[in-house]
């Protein structure tokens, strides 16, 4: 069988990364002078206490090939045929870097594909699922790693921030500055092109953001075969999750975004990855 690998900012809830086996390679997070394994030694939980707390914004760091090479080992050892690894954008993080290294120095019998999402959270999350989907239905490695590349070119994510100063302390805002410029009192509304942040939209309250991204779904209804809502530990989550459901016939993942995302991103943040036909 096909193995999937991916990193721990594909924020996959953890119920599903054990039904589909998924193995994750988490990244680093570090507040000031503590570092911190994203998943092992931070919850996800523990993360947003923290942020919230901090005077200094923490820092991700990338796995290096040394761990990436570590779980291929691992995952050949458990009898897979093949290894798909998908990773967050190239464009943000030298993730994809370390795996595309770890592959190219790997010893053994199993071939490996990594694939860049050029996206991060659930914009690379549904892609993995997909490849998952695919493999646990038997396909084979080139397959699987079709199914992985075509889940990425249909997958969409947006989001509405209650700010844009995590991106801007995290220096992740790119040409999205200059869209929003200096006002105030508005709720930004930021997707993901050519892997990296970029603007969408803006709009002066939170319900009228959230509205934009409802009517964003109600308007590809069927064409979205799947979808994923996730946040910064916002209260109106589910209320947002049950509202989009009803435009859908697939089931909507709904995932708190864990330190990698949410470092820069920010409390209150709630968006939307869905992938169309």
């Known amino acids: 069988m096909i193995r999937i690998v991916t990193d721990s900012s594909s924020d996959i809830p953890l119920h599903l990364l054990e039904a589909h086996s998924i193995e994750v390679v988490p990244l680093t997070i570090r507040f000031e002078s503590q570092e911190f394994v994203d998943g092992q030694d931070l919850t996800t939980a523990d993360f947003w206490h923290r942020l919230v707390a901090a005077e200094v914004l923490p820092e991700t760091a990338a796995p290096s090939a040394g761990l990436f ?4 080992r691992a995952v050949a050892g458990s009898g897979a045929d093949g290894i798909v690894v998908i990773t967050i954008s190239s464009a943000l993080s030298g993730t994809y870097q370390s795996a595309v290294i770890a592959a190219e120095s790997f ?5 490996i594909k990594v694939i860049d999402s050029g996206s991060v959270g659930m914009g690379l999350g549904l892609p993995v699922l997909a490849a998952a989907a695919s493999a646990a239905a038997g396909a084979s490695l080139d397959e699987v790693a079709a199914a992985a590349n075509k889940a990425v070119e249909s997958t969409t994510v947006i989001a509405a ?3 844009l100063e995590y991106l801007k302390r995290g220096g992740r805002i790119g040409s999205a500055q200059a869209f929003f410029g200096s006002l105030l009192n508005i709720k930004p509304i930021v997707t993901i092109e050519g892997g990296v942040v970029t603007p969408f939209g803006r709009v002066r309250t939170r319900s009228k953001a959230l509205a934009a991204l409802e009517d964003r779904v ?3 209804g069927p064409r979205i075969r799947s979808a994923a809502v996730f946040h910064g530990a916002s209260p109106d989550a589910e209320r947002f999750s049950n509202s989009l459901q009803e435009h859908l016939t697939s089931e909507i993942v709904t995932t708190l975004l864990g330190a990698v995302v949410g470092t820069h991103t920010g409390p209150g943040t ?3 990855a869905y992938t169309t036909d």
């Not at 090479?69 to 291929?72: D, F, P, V």
């Not at 010893?107 to 071939?111: D, L, M, Q, R």
């Open 107 to 111: 010893v053994g019998n199993v071939p």
């Open 69 to 72: 090479g570590e779980r291929y």
């Open 218 to 220: 109600a308007a590809l």
């Open 161 to 163: 921030l209650d700010t």
């Open 270 to 272: 709630i968006g939307i």
